[in-house]
């Protein structure tokens, strides 16, 4: 146990030290050079001498090479000093700091609306399983409403709140009415998910016999309500605390969508002007966040368990598979719709300005056309075929990282905290700031927090490959730790991972299509959905259809994304394919059959 | 002859506080074992005696904190699959519960060439897979199934056709018939007492039953509390009694066998 002890907290160490490092090292990846911009920025008299040029760049360090740089931002960074702006030549930290106080004010509000919302999710299946009703796991569809992506939901909150209402400031950080819709944007799809989380959690411990146990006890809905949720929440603090390390990521897209001079914003804006310190501080400030909400995660947990955690007796909720074929209709009619408009508009020409500019929908142009003439049609179905070809790169991608990392599970342990930690977004950011913005920019973020998953799923299912019982006699059989893992546990764990990685597919659709949105992916004139409603916002009043085409598109896709996950996450035991025929006792890695 | 001496071993346990010492629990104090060429050694003990923590020692999964395993004089501790494939050659294993010890996605061929593949065992390999599926008295037409396709007392002794195959001198059996019905129990102790009978092989059982102990060992080891307590001949053993923790074992047992 030390020893192992020790890999994973090495692990975590040189994790975190690594990305601290890159983010330090951003100047030199970049390549750019400052050196004349902030001259300008200082003085305009002073001219542009190659020494001038040269004592600047020795004051930012940046003829030190990497290691230099490093060393030079990190000790400013032990003497408070966040940086010099490439652009205003000023300290970026005062601004920054002020961006944090505002983003902290929203988050906060934000992680108000998810309790109650999530709290509302949760209280009927706590008050059917209180009763002592088998509930089954439910309410998919209108979860997967609030399951919408932070981006999205934005939009469409700015549209019927600000816009058509009129109840709500559409811009800006002016008091507590702007606070109500950026809260709501951030808040509803976090308290959907948590919600959805522990109301499937408390439907699965619900058929536990301890239940059956406490109500022939006699204990009352109240007490049986109160044991349920302490049984539930331990095993989920991880998945929640991460639902909450999204907010980061989702406070970047709101903060853009309705102009807020938080950190999110900042960070993006930064990006965009390539004004690397105040990057490098805006990031280190929202990592700063991020490991906050995961070691209050974990003290939590702590609490919870209390001394079960240290002696390593929890008990892990067993998996059900309802596989049932209702269980299928959603996610089946969202992806006949996009289908159905992929095939739709996949003739048309999407690039063609051949129309009047805003064309109303009709016969001949069945969504419109935007503010450029162009068939929106034809856009969202191309836009559909670029957006999910890239997504199936990036699926492979993360399948095959994930697969080699899985197996690795105590020395992967940091890496897939860090990455399952990191919202797209962010990392979104770090990318377009090393390498510009592209759609492979984009791919690329994308795929580097998304085999986290991957690999957490491929550690836990190969180590429970390992604990079965024909694998533990197999050392003395002669087979060796490789080929144990080549021969056993690969081909045991890989159809389940390559299934969930599968279904991961539209969600990495729409993170793809969230950095479109933010201007950190595809460029234009390229058909990518969240460009596209990037793109139609301007002109939201006077032509909606340019707005409603691509949500309509990234709605169903969210709906797709969501109820796919939700099947996900009760895969199949990763079991071979085994006949039972009946009167053999098969052992299942769930139920460990004669305990001797 | 496999030899144990001197055998301790120690488990660190989880500790009370995060910043407290480990609570350390002795599994084996000292433990002396004894197994010469064709003999037949029960090793009975309760729960807890550490009756599993040494058959790990001796089966070069688990280092001993002291003391020494040896076969034949010749040293035996965990180490690379390399350096441990001649001992696996000549003592095998049989798990608990050994139908479950069977991969359900292999064919009962595939299954019993394990070891005869990464143990480098030379020879004609699926003419071995038939001569050990026919010691235990397989049909060897049986090569093609899968365990799901087998009835529980043909999957027992596949299990047992697989640690036979590698041709070990002696076997080293973890509860082997713990948890199967009587029928089943009564076929594989059979296959066991034929083996050793005809064949000379060794036997290590491993068991709390001491009904199957009797039926097969001419020796008996009591373990307890990670001492051996007691040992000599079974029949001596089970009558004469002489160590408490030995007639705690025998009340339990509801009537011994004839």
Known sequence: MPRRGWVTAASRAVTVLGVVALIGVLPWLSGRSPELSILRARSAEQEATLEALAAIRA????????????????????????????????????????????????????????????????????????????????????????????????????????VWLGWFDPYGWTGPSSVVLPALAMGLPAG??????????????????????????????????????????????????????????????????????????????AAEAQDLPALQAGMLLLLGISALFGGLAAVTRALLLGRALRSGSVPVPARTSPSRRRDWLLPGGAAALLVVVVAAGLGRDPLASA??????????????????????????????????GTAALVVLVTLVVGVLVGLLPRASVGPVEVANAAPPVIVGVLVAAALGTSQAGAALAVALVAWAPIAAYVAAASAEVRRQRHVTVLPVLGVGPAAVTWRYAVPTVLPAAARNAVLRLPGIALALAALGFLGLGATPPAPEWGLLLAEGMPYVERAPWAVLAPTGALVTASVLAVSLSGLSRRPRRPAGPVAVPTGTTAPSPEQPAAVG | MLSAAGIEHDY?????????????????????????????????????SGKSTLLRCLLGLERPDRGTVTLAGRTVRPGSTASLRWYRRLVQYVPQDPAGSLDPRSTVRELVSVPLRHLHVPGDHAAAVTTALTRVGLDPELAGRRPGELSGGQAQRV?????????????????????????????????????????????????????????????????ADGLVVEEGPTADLLTRPAHPRTRELLAAVPALPA
């Open chain 2, 159 to 223: 299990a047992l056709a697989r640690a036979l195959a590698p041709g070990p001198v002696l076997l080293l059996a973890d509860e082997p018939v713990s948890g199967l019905d009587l029928p089943v129990r009564d076929q594989v102790v059979q296959v066991l007492a034929d083996l050793s009978a005809r064949e000379g092989l060794g036997l290590l059982l491993v068991s709390h039953d001491l009904a199957v102990v009797a039926r097969l060992c001419d020796r008996t080891v009591v373990l």
């Open chain 1, 59 to 162: 004051e930012l360090g940046l003829d030190a090479g990497p290691l230099g740089l490093l060393g030079h931002w990190l000790s400013g960074l032990v003497r408070g000093d966040l940086g010099t702006s490439w652009i205003s030549g000023g300290p970026v930290g005062p601004g920054l700091v002020h961006a944090l106080g505002v983003s902290v004010t929203l988050m906060s509000a934000a992680l108000l609306v998810a309790l109650v919302t999530a709290a509302l999710l949760c209280w009927p299946p706590l008050h059917r399983v209180a009763r002592g009703e088998r509930g089954r796991t439910g309410g998919a569809a209108g979860a997967a409403l609030t399951a919408l992506p932070e981006f999205l939901l934005a939009s469409v909150l700015l549209l019927v709140g600000a």
């Open chain 2, 12 to 48: 660190a346990l989880h500790r009370r506080r995060p910043w407290g010492a480990r609570d350390v629990a002795a599994a084996l104090q000292g433990v002396d074992l004894q197994v010469a060429v064709g003999e037949r050694v029960g090793l009975v003990g309760t729960s807890g």
């Open chain 1, 192 to 269: 959907g998910l948590i919600g959805r989380l522990v109301a499937d959690g408390l439907t699965v411990t619900g058929t536990e016999r301890w239940v059956a146990t406490w109500q022939v006890a006699g204990a009352s809905p109240g007490q049986l309500g109160r044991a349920l949720l302490r049984r539930t929440l331990p095993a989920l603090t991880t998945q929640v605390a991460l639902v909450l390390v999204g907010l980061t990521g989702g406070a970047v897209a709101v903060e853009q969508v309705f102009a807020i001079p938080g950190l999110g914003r900042a960070v993006l804006g």
């Open chain 1, 355 to 388: 129309h009047p500019r805003l064309a109303a929908p009709s016969a001949a142009l069945p969504f419109g056309a935007d503010a450029s003439g162009r068939d929106l049609l034809a856009r969202v179905a191309h836009g559909a075929v670029q957006t999910v």
